[in-house]
């Protein structure tokens, strides 16, 4: 394990936020903390190009009762900007049965071949996508068909003009590029709320932080932050399938007393939602969708919400298991050259791998090598499928970086993940442009840690502390990582745990060490049950550190990313004393 402080760290455990918000290169402490609508750089609604001609648009086919189709796309961030717009003309128009909502049967988006628009349908509503569907747009228009498009993604060629198309990213005079498809939307809400004079856009402001978070947007953008913040709020809780959740999601009641924690959303609530929406069929992802639109009763009977969310994390499940076969061959076909040199990962994973699993497997390997990873599989020469980016590899603007080589036929979606396609004679040559563009560039397993500190210098006030502070982190402003050293070892506390027995934990000095997902044959769970009691360890990781609160009991642990065991002279150590927390040795 190697680990090093990142560059210009002040390792200072006593200022430990303006520490942690310096290495994440945010300079105006307070306006961040307080990010408030003052800071939102003066975004409004009437900021969005043709957001005035899209709420009429709207208005006109409400009112006509026309046959709407309402495209949910499947993601998270597409299910809450659909739920919202459903749910706020359902409140306000009261009979909204002409409307149909609909999804895609497999990976699509948008207006993408896998989804079928009904034939008697006048006006097509698409949150969250569309905007660069140039010849589908013009198909369904010249059948007579209106289109709104309520997006976020990039657009390539322009607006087109066989829709009314709302897209932050087109739209000069609003400033924030960081909003993903239900900001946008909650936006077209105000603008509805404004010309039918009524206040009902915050309504949905939990939904809101929902689908920003799912979609890893970037949250040192004030605008993005205050909104992620405001939804998550207690006060702000309104959404009954959300609050369910939250209980069968077991989250943490103590700061539901005020909020709810980014990353319990991000890690505790959109995998499972995400893994339906990639993985589930057309009906299972209109499930989940309906979800977010249903009343408490309504989830209540026949448990109707209790049995999506089960079937969420099953889908969840069938998708890890999956993904973990897929992975390990995968990495049985890549050669110790690509490993050691390449800086860059394109792989083909024709045969091994299902389309539907394109982008977490990129995902997770992107994690494993620390470098971006392209996966795909090849049809009528050409590798398509999912590009994936690391987050400590110095390219933050991976597809443009991508579509600069002029070598790519597609390239669609964010930055750090998007859908890719490259003719398989184009391979090699982008690996060779990466190669040169990166040389200088170690890929040595490196953890950039904000802080190294020995264990007796960090005290169970210093956990209460950073604890309070877990709900700043987010995308853009990582949770901080530590390098706690010298942490005395007696191998008789450690427990192994798990169904599968392949969990850690070490209880030393009241507080716990843990380590999930650990092979079979890990020094630390070996140490566990074959230890010499002759011999002495002290051990050094890398980890997050929090307070875990657990039956009444709260108690300082570390997240165990990696770890090193040091055998050292028996002398050299002696153990705490728990009631006072006395280190003494090395």
């Keep these: 394990m190697k680990y090093q ?3 210009n760290s002040k390792n200072d455990i006593n200022n430990f936020l303006e520490t942690v918000l310096e290495n994440r290169n945010i300079k105006d402490i307070d306006a961040f903390r307080k990010s408030n609508t003052e800071l939102l750089e ?16 709207l208005i006109q086919h409400m009112n006509a009762h026309s046959n709407i189709t309402l495209i949910v796309d499947p993601d998270v961030d597409g299910i809450t900007s659909s739920a919202i717009l459903y749910n706020y003309l359902k409140k306000t128009f009261q009979d909204i049965s002409f409307i149909t909502p609909i999804s895609h049967s497999g990976k699509g988006h948008g207006l993408s071949k896998d989804i079928e628009i009904p034939q008697d349908t006048e006006f097509i509503i698409i949150p969250d996508a ?15 068909i209106d289109i709104l498009v309520i997006d976020h993604h990039i657009i390539s060629n322009g607006y087109s003009e066989n829709a009314t198309i709302i897209n932050n990213q087109e739209s000069l005079h609003y400033k924030n590029k960081d909003f993903s498809g239900v900001g946008v939307v909650y936006r077209f809400l105000q603008a509805l709320d404004d010309y039918l004079l009524l206040n009902e856009a915050n309504n949905y402001l939990d939904l809101v932080a929902i689908g920003l978070i799912a979609d890893i947007m970037d949250t040192t953008d004030y605008e993005t932050r205050y909104f992620i913040q405001q939804g998550l709020l207690k006060k702000n809780l309104r959404n009954p399938f959300l609050k369910q959740l939250l209980k069968f999601t077991k989250q943490n009641d103590r700061y539901l007393d005020k909020y709810i924690i980014i ?11 995400n893994a339906t929406m990639r993985f589930g069929t057309a009906e299972e992802k209109l499930a989940v969708f309906k979800c977010f639109t249903l009343s408490e009763e309504e989830l209540e009977k026949d448990k109707f919400g209790k049995k999506v969310y089960d079937m969420c994390i099953d889908n969840k499940t069938k998708q890890n298991e999956d993904k973990a076969i897929s992975s390990t061959k995968i990495i049985k076909t890549l050669t110790n050259d690509q490993i050691e040199n390449d800086k860059i990962l394109i792989i083909d994973a024709t045969g091994i791998i299902d389309k539907t699993l394109t982008g977490v497997t990129a995902m997770e390997l992107a994690a494993h090598f620390q470098r971006p990873v392209l996966i795909g599989t090849v049809n009528n020469e050409t590798l398509s499928g999912s590009v994936r980016n690391y987050a400590g590899f110095p390219c933050e603007k991976l597809k443009t970086e991508l579509e600069e080589t002029g070598l790519f036929t597609f390239l669609e979606g964010h930055e750090g993940a998007c859908g890719f396609a490259l003719p398989i004679k184009n391979r090699q040559k982008v690996v060779d442009i990466w190669n040169e ?4 560039i170690k890929i040595e397993g490196n953890y950039a840690v904000d802080f190294i500190l020995n264990f007796k210098d960090l005290t169970n006030s210093d956990y209460y502390l950073i604890d309070t502070y877990r709900y700043l982190w987010g995308t853009g402003v990582a949770e901080p990582l530590f390098a706690i050293i010298n942490i005395p070892l007696f191998p008789e506390n450690i427990k192994v745990m798990g169904q599968n027995k392949d969990t850690a934990k070490y209880d030393y000095s009241g507080k716990s060490f ?9 020094k630390f769970l070996n140490l566990a049950s074959n230890y010499d009691i002759k011999k002495s360890y002290i051990m050094n990781v890398v980890g997050k550190v929090s307070m875990n609160h657990f039956a009444g009991r709260v108690i300082p642990q570390v997240m165990m990313e990696d770890y090193d065991i040091i055998e050292v002279d028996k002398n050299a150590i002696r153990p705490c004393e728990e009631n006072n927390n006395i280190w003494s040795g090395i």
């Design 5 to 7: 402080l990142i560059e």
């Design 263 to 273: 990353s319990d959303v991000a890690f505790g609530i959109v995998p499972a939602l």
């Design 42 to 57: 003066h975004n409004t609604f009437k900021d969005l190009d043709n957001i005035e001609d899209g709420v009429k648009l």
């Design 437 to 440: 563009k990166f040389k200088d």
């Design 514 to 522: 843990i380590k999930f997902h650990l092979p079979k044959n890990d």
């Design 130 to 144: 569309g905007s660069n569907d140039y010849e589908e747009l013009k198909k369904y228009h010249n059948k007579g």
